[in-house]
């Protein structure tokens, strides 16, 4: 019995030509396709960015017209903003405002008849406040002290008040005395509300 | 001949196409889409922050709109508050306010100088500080410092000193005053269309400056 061989018909150098004719095609199609998608996206990107462009130079040309609409009342805007500035350096200022006729009126109202107050020293933002003179009698001295914190007179103003020199003037018959007294916190500054009637 | 030469290399004309396809598309992504895109998100955010401005600037306007209608308002407010704190130092004027209310007072003046000015911080208030010296009786002093607190344009004390003087030809005893005094400005303020107006005509702490201010005395 003959043996039965395999016939090979079609050449190994054609298969693998028409393999590489495969791959090849491929190639130019994949090649092909990729420079289409690259067009493609760019030129939507492109044409995208480029509508942006333009909506956006539409719009400041919107906002330039507002501008402009806006610049028609430069007067009226500057007297705004002048009023505001103003209105807010106006409650600035009261607000920190140290009111020294308060200190005079409470040094005045604590001093008996008898004393001279020769002398003050008050500054703005201090709570001390100095106050020189000479009495001819020492009682009239420690009543002026007690009236500086008595709620009634200087106390309404002054914590605490206290002597911190007398020398006696032999030659005038004098005592001649320096006080230190001492306000409250902000005690010279007045609320905004109370200032309607200075 | 080395450039015919090369084209005609087997591989090159094999393989050439398709590569230079690829490369072109890769030039086309790096040179315009890439760039495209970043623009793309640039715009996105310029287009969002412009469209934001055209609604502050409508709103700006429309408020402009309201005040134009209370002009005249607005105008007589505007004196009451300048002739408070003034849109420049106006030295004299001041200096005038001041020799005015010592004499209504009748407290002398002995001396009264321009003393500088500073800006405060963090506003737009300058202050302008002047030397004063007056000789008087504690009454006429105390008048003249309650005058000060009340007078049409600000003005606070900085310090105030006193003492007694016995003249020695007179015999008559006098206070002689020392004091700092300090006034305020604003300048008149730079526009900008993107500023916003936070003010309005019925705040209550403008109405009620406006109020005090109408009571304070005009020298």
């Known amino acids: 019995m003959a043996e039965k061989s395999t016939i090979e018909l079609i050449p190994k150098e054609v298969e693998t030509a028409r393999k590489k004719e495969v791959f090849l095609r491929r190639l130019r199609w994949g090649g092909w396709g990729f420079f289409i998608f690259a067009i493609l996206i760019s030129g939507t990107l492109f044409a995208f960015s480029w509508n942006l462009s333009t909506k956006l130079s539409g719009l400041k040309q919107e906002s330039a017209q507002k501008v402009a609409q806006i610049a028609q009342f430069a007067d009226l805007e500057k007297k705004i903003l002048g009023l505001a500035n103003k209105s807010a350096a106006v409650t600035r200022i009261l607000s920190q405002r140290d009111y020294f006729s308060t200190a005079l009126a409470a040094i005045e109202a604590s001093r008996p008849a008898s004393l001279k107050v020769s002398g003050t020293t008050i500054e703005k933002d201090k709570t001390l406040v100095t106050i020189i003179g000479e009495t001819t009698s020492y009682v009239s001295l420690a009543a002026f002290l007690q009236n500086l914190t008595d709620p009634s007179r200087g106390g309404k103003l002054f914590e605490k008040a206290a002597l911190t020199s007398v020398n006696l003037n032999a030659s005038k018959g004098t005592a001649e005395y320096v006080i230190e007294a001492t306000t409250g916190r902000n005690g010279l500054k007045r609320p905004l509300a109370e200032e309607e009637k200075p | ?219």
């Open chain 2, 1 to 219: 001949m080395a450039k015919a030469s090369f084209l005609n290399r087997p591989e090159v004309r094999v393989y050439g196409t398709p590569v230079l396809f690829v490369l072109l598309g890769v030039l086309l992504l790096a040179l315009v889409a890439f760039p495209s895109w970043g623009k793309i998100r640039d715009l996105q955010q310029q287009i969002g922050n412009e469209k934001d401005r055209i609604v502050a600037l409508d709103k700006k306007n429309a408020q402009l709109l309201d005040f134009a209608d209370q002009a005249d308002a607005i105008e007589k407010s505007f004196a009451v508050f300048d002739q408070a704190v003034a849109s420049e130092s106006q030295i004299p004027e001041l200096l005038t306010q001041v020799q005015k209310i010592s004499d209504s007072c009748g407290v002398g003046v002995t001396t009264l100088q321009f003393g500088g000015e500073t800006e405060q911080s963090g506003g737009p208030v300058r202050e302008v500080r002047l030397q004063y010296a007056g000789e008087s009786s504690f009454a006429q002093l105390t008048c003249l410092i309650t005058a000060l607190e009340s007078t049409s344009r600000l003005v606070d004390l900085e310090s105030l000193r006193y003492s007694s003087n016995v003249n020695v030809e007179t015999g008559v005893t006098s206070l002689a005053a020392q004091s700092t005094l300090v006034s305020y400005y604003t300048q008149v303020p730079t526009l900008n269309p993107d500023t916003p107006i936070t003010f309005s005509l019925s705040d209550s702490g403008y109405l009620r400056n406006l109020q005090l201010l109408e009571s304070f005395k005009v020298y």
